[in-house]
Each structure stands twice: as structure tokens, then as C-alpha cells.
């Protein structure tokens, strides 16, 4: 048996769309951690394993204050403790005490990258691993308010290798000689996939403004058309969707709708005041309700309306039982956000992201797209 010590470095800086500025991790007061000297020792559960966390003294001193680099380690401690912010960088981590049989020893040892023995050592790890540092994230980013901390992101099959992932996201290395000498640990070849066919990424391609949606555009702009209040909320919910901010994604998406059906229903029965007096028991039925009744009016996909109505009943959850959505629930959202731009008067709305790609076809395989 041999024990084995895998150390990881993960990235916690997050661009934000909103502001241009990047917060290389967690901010400090008058303090950084000082390496290992004050890492948070953790025991894992149900193991003998015991995981390390700690953050660098990264950085240098310009005009008499620290200036953080990741590539230098020159903090002066007298300015430290009067400096106000401090840039605490990537979280660094050491798991010691998992001990290996001898076919994982041998299997990382030859470096013998889809070995089945390896696999599965990398996997078990992960699970060692992740569930502590996700936790730790989380503390960081909740109660004390660092929204910037960017989250760990968890193992994806469908978009990369186990390799891929501990040496991208973990960066991880091991050794066997109590950290004299390391080595990189990747379980498989590191490979990233783009599970996405030829049409749907085309489709992709057909959100962006068109020579056909320009002179659309400018039709609207001389009948002097304003997008409604509704537009700005879906807006702001598609922004948070292409962020990643699903919690809040969900409360604003809600929001939309509630504001988009109101303005649909007033602008058809504008010229009716009985009409519009009649809805009162309409409005009094749960927002659920609602959608299903006017979307069936309008025949939407049923589709869209089922999964329109669990995105509602997702946002309750949020605010009442502070429910955390997962990634696998943005379908929901995004049929919630399709119902909604059916709702607003104007030129279709489209949902785009910030970072498409981009690629070069034949004219004739763009127009063939239905």
C-alpha cells in the first residue's frame, strides 16, 4: 500500500459581464492567509483522507501598496496589515492520507492515461474532493457576500474527459515522496467536447441581427416603437441566464411573464372597459394557471407550456425554501422565456449568447436552414 498526496489549484476569478473589472478570488481585510502555515484542515467523511485549503500571499508592493501578481510572492507584512483590500487569488489544496492499492500505484505510477484502474481512482478523488471544496466556495460566496467567487464547476462527461477536467479545472498533480517531486494527474487523455450538431449550431448562429432584421429594425424605428417594461425584465433575465445566475434568472423570469401577460391583456382590450373589468377572477387564479389557460388561447407548444409552469414552480421554491436550481433546469427557464416574448408586441425576441463561436459555411448551407 502506498499513500499518495494530490495537491490541485483552482482558478476562482470571474469575469463579470456587468462590471470590467476581475476579482482574482476572495478579498481580505489587513490579511492574507499565509499559505499552508493557515490552511483549514478538513476530514473527509466516511475516509482516512484529510484535505487541506488554503490561499497565497500573491503579489508585490507599488507606491507603497500590495499590487496582486500570481507570479510573485513579495507581500510585505507592514503594508498588509494597513492595507484595506487584499486579493486573496486561486485556492490552492492538499489531499494527504489516501492510500493506494498496489494496481492504482502501478496504473499512476506508468502513467497509464484510460487505464480502467486510473479511471476509477480519478473519479473516487473527485468525489473526495469536490463536495468539501464546493462547500467551502460556497460559505465564501453566501455569507460573506463575495457573489465574484466564481463556483466550482462539477465533472461533466458530456463536455470533457475526467483528464480534461483534473487538469484544467484542478489543475491537479500527485507524489509520492511527500511533495519532493510532482507529477500531473490525468486519469484519460483531456479531451473537450462540442456535443452539438451542424443545424442546431447554425441555428445558434441565426439569433445575431440579420441583413433581413436590419430592415426590419428600421421599420420599427420609424413607427417610433419602444420596447414595453416586460422587455427590459426579459432582458435582464436572458443576461442572467447567459451568466450562470439561475437563482436569480428564475425570480426575474417569473417577474417577466407576470408583467408581459398584464400588458398583453390591457393592450387587447384596450378599447373595452367591461372586457377588461370581467378579468377580475381571471387575475385571481395562480400565475400557473394563467399561463396554461393563455398560452393554450394562443397555441403555444404544450411543451413549452409544461415546462413554463415547472419554472414558475421553480421560482417558489427559490423564494420560499431557497431552493438551488441545477444547470439541468434551464430548459424550464428558458420555455418560461419563449412564452413570454410571444406575450410582447414588437419584433420577435431572441435569446443570444455573449460568446457564440463562430464558424464559416458555404451561402448555400446557411440558407438551408429552416
Not at 475526467?162 to 484542478?170: A, F, V
Not at 420609424?222 to 422587455?231: G, I, N, Q, R, T
Not at 381571471?282 to 409552469?309: K, M, R
Request: charged share 25%.
Amino acid at each position: 500500500m502506498a499513500t499518495f498526496l494530490l495537491s490541485f489549484i483552482i482558478d476562482l476569478g470571474r469575469y463579470n459581464i456587468s462590471s470590467p473589472l476581475k476579482r482574482n478570488g476572495p478579498l481580505f481585510h489587513r490579511w492574507l492567509p499565509d499559505g499552508e502555515n493557515d490552511a483549514i484542515v478538513l476530514d473527509i467523511p466516511k475516509s482516512k483522507a484529510q484535505l487541506k485549503l488554503w490561499f497565497e500571499r500573491r503579489g508585490f508592493v507599488a507606491d507603497h501598496a500590495i499590487r496582486y501578481d500570481s507570479k510573485r510572492h513579495e507581500v510585505d507584512p507592514d503594508i498588509m496589515i494597513r492595507q484595506g483590500v487584499l486579493e486573496g487569488g486561486p485556492l490552492i489544496g492538499l489531499l494527504s492520507g489516501y492510500e493506494l492499492s498496489e494496481e492504482e500505484l502501478s496504473a499512476v505510477e506508468q502513467d497509464r492515461k484510460g487505464d480502467p484502474v486510473y479511471e476509477a481512482l480519478g473519479k473516487k478523488v473527485i468525489n473526495l474532493i469536490c463536495p468539501e471544496v464546493s462547500r467551502f466556495i460556497s460559505i465564501i460566496r453566501r455569507n460573506y457576500g463575495q457573489y465574484w467567487v466564481a463556483e466550482l464547476e462539477e465533472w461533466d462527461s458530456l463536455k470533457y474527459t475526467l483528464g480534461m477536467y483534473c487538469s484544467t479545472i484542478l489543475n491537479s498533480k500527485w507524489s509520492l515522496d511527500d511533495g519532493k517531486t510532482w507529477h500531473p494527474f490525468v486519469p484519460n487523455d483531456p479531451v473537450g467536447y462540442l456535443r452539438l450538431t451542424m443545424h442546431s449550431v447554425k441555428k445558434t448562429f441565426t439569433k445575431y441581427i440579420s441583413k433581413d432584421d436590419w430592415q426590419c429594425l428600421a421599420g420599427y424605428c420609424k413607427k417610433e416603437y419602444s420596447p414595453p417594461p416586460s422587455a427590459n425584465i426579459l432582458l435582464r433575465v436572458h443576461e442572467l441566464l447567459d451568466q450562470g445566475n439561475l437563482r436569480h434568472a428564475f425570480i426575474e423570469g417569473t417577474s417577466a411573464f407576470e408583467v408581459a401577460l398584464y400588458e398583453f391583456i390591457r393592450d387587447k382590450l384596450r378599447s373595452s372597459k367591461i372586457l377588461q373589468e370581467s378579468l377580475g377572477s381571471f387575475y385571481q387564479l395562480g400565475l400557473a394557471s394563467q399561463l396554461t389557460s393563455l398560452a393554450v388561447a394562443l397555441g403555444l407548444d404544450v411543451e413549452d407550456i409544461e415546462n413554463a409552469t415547472k419554472a414558475i414552480k421553480i421560482r417558489n421554491d427559490i423564494v420560499h425554501e431557497n431552493y438551488d436550481p441545477p444547470s439541468s433546469s434551464k430548459d424550464k427557464l428558458q420555455a418560461l422565456m419563449n412564452v413570454t416574448a410571444r406575450l410582447i408586441l414588437g419584433p420577435n425576441i431572441r435569446f443570444p449568447t455573449i460568446n457564440p463561436g463562430n464558424a464559416i459555411w458555404p451561402v448555400k448551407d446557411w440558407e438551408s436552414i429552416d
